[in-house]
């Protein structure tokens, strides 16, 4: 299930039967939209291993805000695994989350960065076991307890069942089996307790301090938890004493194990001096810069014989780094070349300039990137399938109507219920757009109900406008080729302005570019070789007839759409140019003729292996035309090499 | 507290560490897997991590590689490259080298291998003037940062060599000789990758040679230098031959400076109408000239031959099916398009003729009414104002586009003609009427680089060039004034709506 709310729920097999499952999405978005399962699946405990894989990622490719899933491991008492970024540490931990899960009779979330889930490696497999219990086994003879059930008076024994019986079993567990890591000296003056998913970067800064070789061995003693929630005080206490000094390099905030581990020596009487957030820095990633300078700045305070002279005393004297900030453009994700998405956004840009600016809501989505320029279009997302959800306020009253935008796939995901059917309930008089590109695109192409495509296991070709019908919104229109600019805006200013009550809903849908070339790429060229016939379009601009002003561009944003400075000291701005990754999806054509840019653009449809009537029929117009040029050429000036 | 400070440990020296900067489409992924595989089949233990999932969508991302000598224990690899610490440095696009610069990626241990090729930013494309960032600055940035320079166009190279730049920037990485690893085990990866074998070996091999030919900060690239003026050949009936001879000579009479705009200048308005038309351009530059400074390098006439030629070629429908029907432009396309032997083209235009280009051809007294007449244009804009498709590659299309860039006689009568002369009078009265402060005439001459565009576009860049010269008035007298009419016109190439020229005449209005 894409939903993660009803992946999660899945996971309720595990409550009553002795069977392993697993689920997986982003944190904390994921776990956000699955915490109502994840709740009651941790009060209701589970009989076989339960697993949440998660994709926390923190930095620079992270499409989530930046919130820690460690809160939900609090507050509903299940356990986290942060493993050690290499293959078999992170499988080692599926095995022993799995183990875990069913000795705690609890719910296990294993953390992976984004680095890691596309770090390469290897690792020593095992075979597979087939399971004790089958799905089959445990349909065929159902099992039902309701003392498993969340309600009340059952719920008050589980919270005491997850203190007094889950959360001890857990913490036995993870000492016997040795989940958390001890590395380097059993005697030195201070120590370094970190995330698991922490120690790569930890390492290397140590490397380069001088302190840890190529294979990791440190000098500073290192307590890697591997398991990040529960944190068992025994054995962080005893990697403690003896020790002046701690630094906990924990990423992200609120400092959740920091504090725990203030409290353990708080309650212990310890006199060990805790470092972390202040030498660290309390939110942002740990690069590899920050992870130098916060050990650098920890060792110097705590033990500074222990750091090389050359970093006890720092003497550099480093070129001055020219400063690029102001030159180098910001290139955030946009829409791919060819995009179907991108037309609509042209549209909707078009509409404002008649009616002025529009409320718009957003989703989640490769649609979402018609919030940055040069669209600008939508200014908030709420989640996925929420985007009308979060324009509900905006349901009517006001000179002009509000426009929500939602994808196929968080149409799919719970944007029928939340979104749509709450404004078909609340008779609500606003537009919406779906953007309907036959795919969960953002993630790669995965099928949705509506997919046209041929789905052995999974039904497909279910039209968003039928379940609009069933829902009781009559006024759909279905626009079946995004790229006509034209089209889609009147259909927009229909919506707009139309008479009729109630909520206005436009399906627009083209397939993804991206799918559909590497659908149709091979075929076309297979049909080239075979010698049948193929149009491949593609557009170009005339330099001459271009003056430069960019209007097209204000109106795209395609890659393939660049700018050419040309060879001519009478023309000062840069052209428009179109270069060969042009997939010929029609917008540029389209853009020019419905907001009457310009006449520059042209398209060529290369014919291949085009038929002999048509060779024979082109060759007299080409005839005809050539005579012509020539005839008006014999009387004028032509000037050598111009075009 | 005894001393622990140890030396570094030596294997740690032998740690390669390698991240590739590119724009999402680039095949990062793809080079950063040959460059995993060369290095594993070189019996070193490697690593590679991406940032996955924005790559797809053009947007800037990294991929980052560690590698070392294989041995018995496993090497700790960190899974980000660190400021300061990356010994090659591959950026697939110039401004990517640049944000490796700013990241802290290119250092005096950094073997920096940069494409010189630019792939366009959004906020480059949007401005209307010229948005595109400087490679100047970051070349010169990385030639004074890095341990080595390796640039080269690198995009360019892999599509004269049928290939895509991830092959042709792993050739720079091989040609390079940063990795210790041979030729022969790069083009031994490419083998083993599976697809498009062949180019990817050829744009490989191009780039090798480059790479390796490169020394030390070998990096400026060769700029577009000639100038189109040439001899300019040109063919035609004896009588204008002879007049084109006459005019060229008379253009080569004027000041060094002056003459070589003006001839440009010259075969820009004869090509847009006739040798008349051209005998009144160089008449107007001449008038120009007559005002001009020797000692101020006749700039105002170099700048006035620059824009009369630019004023006097207005784009109007005949000038587009004009340069739409001229022979040379199919052939020019086709080779564009790559087409191959046996193959056919079909041409499609995208036209959207207005009721004011319609007007625009109409007779001077008969035009203005109709202009004046908010009934009339709405009726013409119903009849005619439609987005149209022509094939000009089909007969009909192109006998209609082929008779309207017929219609070069009767051009000098329509009202647009009108209108054009007396905006380019307007003008350049204006400009001279600022003389003596000739360097504030100068910049209002260059004005009229804000007039571009067709239909709305147009419009906004004439009330730009309204607001701009109004402003101008404003400022005159001062010994800024120059300067700040330069300021205005770059603020009204900023954005569309004119929001930063706005700014601009709010800041002008404050102190005069």
Known sequence: NANEAAAAAMLAASVHYPIRGAVTFKGPVGVNVASDALANLSSSGVNGGALIILGEDYGEGSSIMQERSHAFAMKSQFWLLDPRPNLTSITKAVADGFELSEASNSPVMLMVRIRSCHVTGSFATKDNVRPKLSVKDALSAPQSDFARVVLPPMSYVHEQDKIKNRWPAAEKFIVERKLNEVFGPKQAPVGLVIQGGMYNGVIRALQRLGLADIYGASSVPLYVLNVTYPLVSSEFLAFCAGKEAILVVEEGQPEFIEQQLTTYLYRAGSTVKLHGKGILPMAGEYTGQVMLDGLTAFLRQAAPDMLPAMVRAPNQDRPKVPDLSKTVPIRPPGFCTGCPERPIFAAMKLVQKQTGKLQISADIGCHLFGSLPPFEIGGATMGYGLGPAANAAFDGGGERRSISIIGDGGFWHNGLSSSFGNMAFNKSDSVAVIVDNYYSAATGGQDVMSSRADNATKATKHPISKALKGIGIDWVRQVDRTYDVGHMRDVLLEALTTKTPGPKVIVASSECMLNKQRREKPLAAAAIKEGRRVEAPRFGVDEEICTGDHACMRLSGCPSLGLKVLDDPLRDDPVATIDQSCVGCGNCGEVADAAVLCPSFYRADVVHNPSPFEVRFAAFRARVIGWLQARRDRRRLVFEGAA | ?512
């Open chain 2, 1 to 512: 507290m005894k001393d622990m400070a140890q030396p570094m440990d030596p294997k740690l020296s032998q740690v390669i560490k390698l991240a590739v900067l590119a724009v999402g489409g680039q095949g990062g992924g793809v080079l950063t897997g040959w460059i995993e595989d060369v290095a594993r089949a070189c019996g070193y233990a490697a690593q590679a991590t991406s940032v996955a999932g924005v790559s797809q969508r053009t947007g800037a991302t990294v991929y980052y590689l560690e590698m070392a000598p294989a041995s018995d224990g496993v090497p700790i690899f960190s899974l980000m490259p660190a400021a300061g610490d990356v010994d090659i440095m591959i950026a697939a696009e110039m401004m990517e080298a640049g944000r490796a610069m700013i990241r802290g990626f290119v250092t005096e241990r950094t073997t920096l291998i940069a494409s010189t090729h630019r792939a366009l930013a959004v906020s480059e494309k949007m401005e209307p003037g010229n948005g595109i960032a400087n490679s100047d600055e970051v070349m010169a940035a990385a030639g004074l940062l890095a341990k080595r320079f390796i640039a080269a166009d690198f995009e360019a190279l892999a599509v004269a060599n049928g290939s895509v730049i991830s092959a042709s920037l792993f050739g720079a990485l091989a040609g390079s000789g940063a990795l210790p690893f041979p030729k022969a085990a790069f083009e031994a990866a490419i083998a083993r990758g599976g697809k498009g074998i062949a180019g990817s070996l050829r744009a490989f091999a191009a780039s090798f040679d480059a790479a390796s030919g490169t020394v030390e900060a070998k990096a400026v690239a060769a700029k577009p230098a000639s100038v189109k003026s040439g001899p300019m050949m040109v063919k035609g009936p004896v009588r204008m031959v002879v007049e084109w001879h006459r005019l060229r000579d008379l253009a080569g009479t004027l000041p060094a400076p002056v003459a070589e705009m003006a001839l440009l200048g010259l075969k820009k308005v004869v090509e847009f109408q006739d040798l008349a038309y051209g005998a009144a351009y160089l008449a107007r530059v001449q008038d120009v000239l007559g005002r001009d400074d020797a000692s101020r390098g006749f700039a105002l006439s170099v700048q006035a031959a620059k824009y009369i030629a630019n004023a006097m070629c207005y784009d109007d429908v005949i000038r587009v099916a004009d340069l739409k029907t001229r022979g040379p432009r199919a052939l020019r396309i086709a080779k564009e398009m790559g087409l191959a032997e046996g193959n056919l083209m079909h041409l499609t235009e995208f036209m959207h003729p207005r009721a004011e280009e319609i007007v625009g051809m109409f007779p001077a007294g008969l035009g203005q009414k109709v202009q004046d007449n908010p009934v009339w244009m709405a009726r013409l804009e119903r009849w005619f104002g439609k987005g149209r498709r022509l094939r000009t590659d089909g007969l009909l299309a192109f006998a209609t586009l082929y008779v309207l860039g017929g219609l070069k006689f009767w051009r000098p009568r329509t009202v647009r003609h009108l209108q054009e002369v007396a905006h380019l009078e307007a003008w350049m009265s204006t400009a001279l009427a600022y003389l003596p402060q000739y360097d504030l005439a100068v910049e209002v001459v260059k004005c009229q680089r804000l007039v571009k565009g067709y239909s709305d576009t147009h419009a906004r860049g004439l009330s730009k060039f309204d607001r701009v010269l109004t402003a101008a008035k404003r400022v005159a007298g001062r010994d800024d004034a120059a300067e700040w009419v330069r300021r205005l016109r770059d603020a009204a190439l900023k954005d569309e709506e004119g929001k930063a020229l706005d700014g601009a005449i709010t800041t002008i209005r404050s102190f005069t």
